[in-house]
């Protein structure tokens, strides 16, 4: 025994040098109730998950709780975590990536089951302190706590996100949350995997109580001692929650059994209208929770909680062993290797620069959306344009996003104005002087950028990193303006900027290693994915997307229906229809786009001539309310205007051409075009093409990314269909000699 913190005393097993746990008795309390804590604290890892290691360690530790119980030396234990901003993360993903079929990973889930289970029925109650993140497995340990009480820090958040891998709630979570919250509420926790932060989980009903994380463990051993007489009773701590909560106002409807089917029937037509069937977990959730759901605050025990677990674990059994799962779980490494880049080559180091102050040239759509991130993520920023109507409009773009935020309850009214009051409008430099990054979004003319840049250099200091948001023009060119060229950096957003999660970070022939770091590490500040891209015409994701939206043009060019176009490539996995899409982007700008690609890569990118009749007769796209369809009402509601056949001159033909060739058409050229990025070096690998197409285009996350999919066709199919094209269309589906390499050789992009 070693007398611990607080005078505690640690019982470890003495077998295990290195425990995940540290159990320990606390000291005794008012009434004398005899307390103990129990402290997750893996060794050698940043967060608390549940390997087959800790698994094994838990086991073992239960024999020794079960027997303190039956002795009577426990009144309650308190489950903490010795991880900063963690509880538990969830299941050890590599563990379940490993599974090769359907009753191994069955086998799994029930094996963790028992364990829980176990907890569950300890003789005693259990108490969950959620500090951090309790995710996945965390969440379903903590459900099956006799009382679960949550930090008010903003790093406690709890919630099961296993659709987010392509799984379902594996641990009893699709059994024991729609006892705790009600089916509406956790139907919607569930099929959406997201996270409630303590305060909305405590007026959910999942957190019976909500303490402020100032001195937070001592909190929860007094809030335990006093309810010490209500929890082994096992009465309910918290309120009784309004059933509808979260799950919307019909929630009390749906806890009688007869309206249960209806809200069934709802959740997998809500699930179906988003993903079309691609993503198997949340319909396999929804039907568990139909079999295995009872009244709302029973608690199940033996046989009938046996049956019920096993049925969860079919169905975690069934998910876990196929693709969809496999590739999202991919993805999700993918994610985790950003985070710990510094988007430098392995070995390369250099001086880590501090990005605390910020400035953006433009108030336009992209300038005001970058100042409105910047601000979001509290990192005060100037916004320069020429004249006050200009910066208005920023100023009410950037109000316009807090103000859904407000609406969304995801941040309060003060927070609106603290967050608005970050962004500074001005109309000369004042200020840029101290600034440590200046981000420029004006019009996409080079020239004009130069003139600009030339103008800035002598307003900001020698250590002040400069960066274009430019979508298709050199930063090699545009650097040569300055005397200080290894400051100058590409940091292409996405539009809508709050949105959408990709930034390309391009490096030009002289942007220093420190440019690159700073400005990589400040995108996952502002919570986005970079990735670092050479400079090249269309850098990655505009040079892959226009082939795709070109080919998609071409096709309607020979009578292919825009809605017909549109539902194909929805079909196959696109959030978002090649039509729709290119007027979201503008069909001046794909104009402007494809034809500098043409310049630059010759008769493979030769546009298709339709874009410019669209254009000539002003369909610009949703920004005007008129393009490939037409925008109208004060939600811009997409409608197809049928003149556009007529300005197009094309005369529609619905089903003129199998799916199958719509879909290789739009895909391949990207296919191909992929592979002579990787043969150029416009990134190094083919993970970073997909992460940077899945989060820059939405290429569909349960294919894996562009490249994941070629691999599914493999290189001698991939050949063989863009000759077959080849032969009818020419020089746009003409292999690339990197592809032709990779049929010879039967080399795949991935080599596992």
Same mark, same amino acid.
């Given at each position: 025994?070693?007398?611990?913190?607080?005078?505690?005393?640690?019982?470890?097993?003495?077998?295990?040098?290195?425990?995940?746990?540290?159990?320990?008795?606390?000291?005794?309390?008012?009434?004398?109730?005899?307390?103990?804590?129990?402290?997750?604290?893996?060794?050698?890892?940043?967060?608390?998950?549940?390997?087959?290691?800790?698994?094994?360690?838990?086991?073992?530790?239960?024999?020794?709780?079960?027997?303190?119980?039956?002795?009577?030396?426990?009144?309650?234990?308190?489950?903490?975590?010795?991880?900063?901003?963690?509880?538990?993360?969830?299941?050890?993903?590599?563990?379940?990536?490993?599974?090769?079929?359907?009753?191994?990973?069955?086998?799994?889930?029930?094996?963790?089951?028992?364990?829980?289970?176990?907890?569950?029925?300890?003789?005693?109650?259990?108490?969950?302190?959620?500090?951090?993140?309790?995710?996945?497995?965390?969440?379903?340990?903590?459900?099956?706590?006799?009382?679960?009480?949550?930090?008010?820090?903003?790093?406690?958040?709890?919630?099961?996100?296993?659709?987010?891998?392509?799984?379902?709630?594996?641990?009893?979570?699709?059994?024991?949350?729609?006892?705790?919250?009600?089916?509406?509420?956790?139907?919607?926790?569930?099929?959406?995997?997201?996270?409630?932060?303590?305060?909305?989980?405590?007026?959910?009903?999942?957190?019976?109580?909500?303490?402020?994380?100032?001195?937070?463990?001592?909190?929860?051993?007094?809030?335990?001692?006093?309810?010490?007489?209500?929890?082994?009773?096992?009465?309910?701590?918290?309120?009784?929650?309004?059933?509808?909560?979260?799950?919307?106002?019909?929630?009390?409807?749906?806890?009688?059994?007869?309206?249960?089917?209806?809200?069934?029937?709802?959740?997998?037509?809500?699930?179906?209208?988003?993903?079309?069937?691609?993503?198997?977990?949340?319909?396999?959730?929804?039907?568990?929770?139909?079999?295995?759901?009872?009244?709302?605050?029973?608690?199940?025990?033996?046989?009938?909680?046996?049956?019920?677990?096993?049925?969860?674990?079919?169905?975690?059994?069934?998910?876990?062993?196929?693709?969809?799962?496999?590739?999202?779980?991919?993805?999700?490494?993918?994610?985790?290797?950003?985070?710990?880049?510094?988007?430098?080559?392995?070995?390369?180091?250099?001086?880590?620069?501090?990005?605390?102050?910020?400035?953006?040239?433009?108030?336009?759509?992209?300038?005001?959306?970058?100042?409105?991130?910047?601000?979001?993520?509290?990192?005060?920023?100037?916004?320069?344009?020429?004249?006050?109507?200009?910066?208005?409009?920023?100023?009410?773009?950037?109000?316009?996003?807090?103000?859904?935020?407000?609406?969304?309850?995801?941040?309060?009214?003060?927070?609106?104005?603290?967050?608005?009051?970050?962004?500074?409008?001005?109309?000369?430099?004042?200020?840029?002087?101290?600034?440590?990054?200046?981000?420029?979004?004006?019009?996409?003319?080079?020239?004009?950028?130069?003139?600009?840049?030339?103008?800035?250099?002598?307003?900001?200091?020698?250590?002040?990193?400069?960066?274009?948001?430019?979508?298709?023009?050199?930063?090699?060119?545009?650097?040569?303006?300055?005397?200080?060229?290894?400051?100058?950096?590409?940091?292409?957003?996405?539009?809508?900027?709050?949105?959408?999660?990709?930034?390309?970070?391009?490096?030009?022939?002289?942007?220093?290693?420190?440019?690159?770091?700073?400005?990589?590490?400040?995108?996952?500040?502002?919570?986005?994915?970079?990735?670092?891209?050479?400079?090249?015409?269309?850098?990655?994701?505009?040079?892959?997307?226009?082939?795709?939206?070109?080919?998609?043009?071409?096709?309607?060019?020979?009578?292919?229906?825009?809605?017909?176009?549109?539902?194909?490539?929805?079909?196959?996995?696109?959030?978002?229809?090649?039509?729709?899409?290119?007027?979201?982007? =503008?069909?001046?700008?794909?104009?402007?786009?494809?034809?500098?690609?043409?310049?630059? %890569? $010759?008769? &493979?990118?030769? @546009? +298709? /001539?339709?874009?410019?009749?669209?254009?000539?007769?002003?369909?610009?796209?949703?920004?005007?309310?008129?393009?490939?369809?037409?925008?109208?009402?004060?939600?811009?509601?997409?409608?197809?205007?049928?003149?556009?056949?007529?300005?197009?001159?094309?005369?529609?033909?619905?089903?003129?051409?199998?799916?199958?060739?719509?879909?290789?058409?739009?895909?391949?050229?990207?296919?191909?075009?992929?592979?002579?990025?990787?043969?150029?070096?416009?990134?190094?690998?083919?993970?970073?093409?997909?992460?940077?197409?899945?989060?820059?285009?939405?290429?569909?996350?349960?294919?894996?990314?562009?490249?994941?999919?070629?691999?599914?066709? =493999?290189?001698?199919?991939?050949?063989?269909?863009?000759?077959?094209?080849?032969?009818? %269309? $020419?020089? &746009?589906?003409? @292999? +690339? /000699?990197?592809?032709?390499?990779?049929?010879?050789?039967?080399?795949?992009?991935?080599?596992?």
């Amino acid at each position: 025994m070693i007398r611990g913190e607080y005078g505690r005393i640690i019982m470890t097993q003495t077998q295990n040098p290195n425990p995940a746990f540290r159990l320990e008795s606390a000291p005794a309390l008012k009434g004398g109730a005899k307390l103990w804590t129990l402290t997750f604290d893996l060794p050698g890892e940043k967060v608390n998950k549940l390997s087959r290691k800790v698994m094994t360690e838990v086991d073992t530790l239960l024999v020794e709780l079960e027997e303190k119980g039956r002795k009577g030396e426990i009144d309650a234990l308190v489950l903490f975590s010795g991880k900063p901003g963690n509880f538990i993360a969830g299941a050890d993903i590599e563990m379940i990536q490993s599974v090769k079929t359907a009753h191994e990973a069955e086998e799994l889930s029930r094996s963790g089951q028992v364990l829980i289970d176990r907890w569950e029925d300890l003789p005693f109650p259990t108490i969950a302190a959620i500090n951090g993140a309790a995710l996945g497995g965390g969440c379903e340990f903590a459900l099956a706590s006799t009382a679960i009480v949550m930090s008010n820090d903003p790093a406690a958040k709890i919630g099961l996100p296993e659709v987010l891998l392509g799984l379902c709630p594996g641990m009893g979570g699709c059994v024991r949350l729609p006892r705790k919250v009600g089916l509406a509420a956790s139907l919607d926790l569930i099929l959406t995997g997201k996270t409630l932060s303590g305060d909305r989980a405590a007026k959910a009903g999942l957190a019976d109580a909500c303490l402020p994380k100032e001195n937070f463990n001592d909190s929860v051993m007094n809030w335990t001692a006093t309810r010490l007489s209500a929890l082994k009773a096992g009465k309910r701590i918290a309120k009784e929650p309004k059933l509808g909560g979260i799950g919307g106002p019909v929630g009390d409807l749906l806890e009688k059994t007869p309206a249960r089917a209806i809200a069934f029937k709802k959740a997998r037509e809500g699930v179906l209208s988003k993903t079309h069937g691609h993503y198997p977990g949340p319909l396999e959730a929804i039907q568990i929770i139909q079999d295995t759901v009872g009244e709302y605050g029973d608690k199940l025990r033996g046989r009938e909680r046996e049956a019920a677990m096993k049925r969860e674990a079919q169905g975690f059994g069934r998910l876990a062993a196929t693709d969809v799962s496999k590739n999202l779980i991919r993805l999700f490494f993918l994610t985790e290797e950003v985070k710990k880049s510094k988007g430098l080559p392995e070995g390369v180091k250099s001086r880590e620069v501090k990005i605390r102050r910020a400035s953006v040239l433009g108030a336009g759509v992209m300038g005001g959306g970058i100042a409105q991130l910047f601000a979001d993520k509290n990192l005060p920023i100037r916004m320069k344009d020429l004249n006050s109507k200009a910066l208005a409009l920023g100023m009410q773009a950037a109000a316009k996003i807090f103000s859904k935020q407000v609406q969304k309850k995801k941040i309060n009214r003060r927070e609106f104005l603290q967050k608005l009051n970050l962004i500074a409008p001005v109309t000369d430099f004042s200020g840029f002087r101290s600034t440590d990054l200046v981000v420029e979004a004006i019009v996409e003319n080079i020239d004009v950028k130069k003139k600009v840049f030339q103008e800035l250099e002598g307003q900001i200091s020698n250590e002040c990193i400069v960066a274009s948001n430019t979508s298709s023009l050199s930063i090699s060119a545009m650097q040569k303006v300055f005397e200080h060229p290894e400051r100058f950096v590409g940091m292409h957003f996405f539009n809508p900027v709050h949105k959408m999660p990709l930034v390309e970070v391009i490096r030009g022939e002289r942007t220093s290693d420190e440019a690159v770091s700073a400005v990589f590490q400040l995108s996952k500040t502002l919570g986005k994915t970079p990735i670092v891209v050479k400079d090249a015409p269309g850098f990655l994701v505009n040079r892959l997307l226009m082939p795709y939206l070109n080919e998609a043009v071409y096709l309607l060019s020979e009578g292919v229906p825009i809605p017909e176009l549109d539902q194909t490539l929805l079909d196959f996995g696109m959030p978002m229809g090649p039509m729709e899409l290119i007027d979201e982007v =503008g069909v001046d700008v794909g104009d402007k786009v494809s034809h500098i690609l043409h310049e630059a %890569f $010759g008769d &493979r990118m030769l @546009p +298709a /001539p339709l874009n410019g009749k669209a254009v000539a007769a002003g369909r610009l796209g949703k920004k005007n309310g008129k393009g490939l369809y037409s925008y109208e009402g004060p939600k811009k509601s997409k409608v197809l205007d049928p003149s556009i056949y007529e300005i197009m001159g094309v005369k529609p033909k619905p089903h003129c051409l199998s799916t199958e060739e719509i879909i290789e058409r739009c895909i391949l050229p990207m296919i191909n075009e992929a592979s002579r990025c990787l043969e150029e070096g416009i990134v190094s690998t083919a993970a970073e093409v997909d992460l940077g197409m899945i989060m820059g285009t939405g290429f569909p996350p349960f294919r894996g990314g562009l490249l994941r999919y070629a691999d599914t066709l =493999g290189p001698r199919t991939l050949v063989d269909r863009l000759r077959k094209y080849e032969a009818r %269309f $020419g020089a &746009r589906f003409a @292999p +690339a /000699p990197a592809l032709l390499a990779r049929a010879q050789n039967e080399q795949k992009f991935y080599s596992k």
